[in-house]
């Protein structure tokens, strides 16, 4: 394990998915997967019960992750899944039986469930394997299956994949997007087969997880859409596993500062900010170096982090102009303000997070800085190629195994920060967190060595709620 992280507060109730996101293909070779958050209440009308009250422990949380549809075997069995550029491979079904929480459980039950026996196309494959992920895990028996491209007359034959036998404190299956065959594993994982296949022609994917207003986003496997970002693609070679911080191939990158900007526009430049950083579609929170994000915290007005380690700031930060930018080569990406807030409407009222937390061992970019991205992940060239996020339309292109990345631009004009309240100087107002009440924190999750989500909470640090003196939170992730 890489590292051990706080928990998120989450008091989850009446969770229930519709029938919502559906794969599509476009062109000849790429395939469109729209990747939902679980809090859009259009997609999940009814999601949310907030009348249920109940006790469950802070842990990992997959209703803070962005899912994405497969329609499994013959006839075709829907499921929802995690999407996750940190890990490598694809499984179903978790237990749902062994939650703490009754809301956990119906979270649990409507990512839908795989039964083999229920497809004339299954094969049972040799083999087994125990995924772990800190305080939860998930033995998995290998199978071979179709998968429908629901939308198109397109199908991938015979995918491997896990179909759990147990799992621990584990609420949905996980559709790991990390590099496969090779590399971190002996088969062809999902983006393999999509190249074997002929879906696509390279192992590259787009990424847009969308502002967090938006809760949908798109992810186009041999494909990219340049009405979802602003400038040109700029190239940033993925750092090889012998060089990484970790060793493990992943998607690391260079950042080569971290600055702040202020409503006043005078930024402000952090020290020692260059440093590899992995990019991470399956962490809710954005992790770094305890100095840095103590510096950048007490920048948002909050002097410590509370007692399950982050750090609580003002709401009005939601309202306020100004972006924490994130330098690489060639392109610097502008999180606003709003976009790094975390809000949590309780009885108490609503409380607020800042969407980053200390690390001193591992340093990863999470949803809270990958919403403001576009992201080109390319295996076939080892890169990542990266852009500004704007939405201003759909114009959707394949790329190839000639696609030059260095001339491709964004249809969409840059967009000054969502946060249009009047300027105000300084870097933030002057804030003073109140006391966090009894059990209102936040979590997020820490990506280790393991071929597996980046979502989950230390070991042994489980925190029972009295939920009787809270409502149901409602994550605005």
């Not at 028996?141 to 034959?157: E, F, H, N, R, W």
């Not at 949905?172 to 496969?180: D, E, P, Q, T």
């Not at 392109?331 to 009222?349: K, M, N």
């Not at 009894?438 to 280790?448: D, H, I, M, R």
Request: glycine content about 8%; some cysteine.
């Amino acid at each position: 394990m890489a590292a051990r992280l706080a928990l998120i507060l989450q008091l989850i109730v009446g969770v229930s998915y519709s029938h919502a996101a559906t794969l599509e293909r476009r062109g000849e070779h790429f395939l469109k997967l729209p990747v939902i958050h679980s809090t859009n209440k259009d997609v999940f009308p009814d999601a949310w019960d907030k009348r249920a009250i109940v006790t469950v422990p802070l842990a990992n949380r997959s209703d803070v992750a962005y899912y994405a549809q497969l329609d499994i075997g013959t006839p075709p069995q829907q499921v929802y899944v995690q999407l996750d550029t940190g890990s490598f491979e694809l499984w179903v079904n978790p237990d749902c039986s062994n939650l703490k929480g009754s809301a956990d459980v119906r979270f649990c039950r409507a990512v839908g469930h795989y039964n083999p026996s229920s497809s004339s196309t299954a094969k049972q494959v040799a083999g087994t394997k125990t995924l772990r992920y800190g305080i939860g895990s998930a033995l998995i028996q290998y199978v071979q299956d179709d998968i429908a491209l629901t939308g198109t007359d397109s199908q991938l034959k015979g995918i491997r994949f896990g179909v759990a036998i147990d799992t621990v404190d584990e609420f949905s299956g996980i559709l790991g997007i990390g590099h496969g065959n090779n590399v971190t594993l002996t088969y062809r994982n999902f983006i393999d087969e999509l190249e074997e296949q002929g879906i696509t022609n390279t192992k590259a994917f787009s990424l847009a997880l969308g502002g967090k207003d938006e809760r949908e986003g798109v992810v186009i496997f041999g494909g990219m859409d340049t009405g979802k970002f602003t400038g040109t693609l700029q190239t940033l070679p993925i750092v090889p596993a012998a060089q990484s911080p970790d060793g493990v191939p992943r998607y690391w990158v260079n950042m080569t500062s971290l600055a702040l900007t202020p409503p006043n526009g005078e930024s402000k430049r952090y020290i020692d900010t260059t440093m590899a950083v992995f990019l991470d579609s399956g962490a809710t929170l954005t992790l770094l170096p305890t100095d840095l994000a103590n510096e950048i915290a007490m920048d948002f007005g909050a002097e410590a982090t509370e007692a399950n380690g982050f750090y609580q700031v003002s709401c009005a930060l939601n309202d306020i102009p100004g972006t924490l930018d994130f330098a690489f080569d060639g392109v610097t990406i502008h999180v606003p303000y709003r976009e790094l807030v975390r809000e949590f409407q309780t009885s108490l009222g609503t409380q607020c997070f800042l969407g980053i937390s200390p690390s001193d061992d591992f340093i990863l970019l999470g949803d809270t800085m990958l919403r403001s991205a576009y992201a080109v992940f390319d295996q076939t060239n080892d890169a990542v190629h990266m852009a500004q996020y704007v939405n201003c339309g759909t114009n959707e292109v394949e790329i190839t195994d000639t696609t030059d990345f260095s001339t491709i631009r964004g249809d969409c004009d840059p967009e000054s920060t969502k946060n249009s309240a009047s300027a105000v100087g300084g870097v933030v107002p002057t804030i003073t967190a109140p006391p966090i009440g009894s059990g209102a924190s936040v979590s997020s999750a820490l990506p280790s060595t393991r071929a597996s989500t980046s979502i989950y909470g230390p070991a042994g640090s489980w925190v029972w709620l009295l939920a009787t003196a809270l409502w149901a939170v409602y994550l605005a992730a």
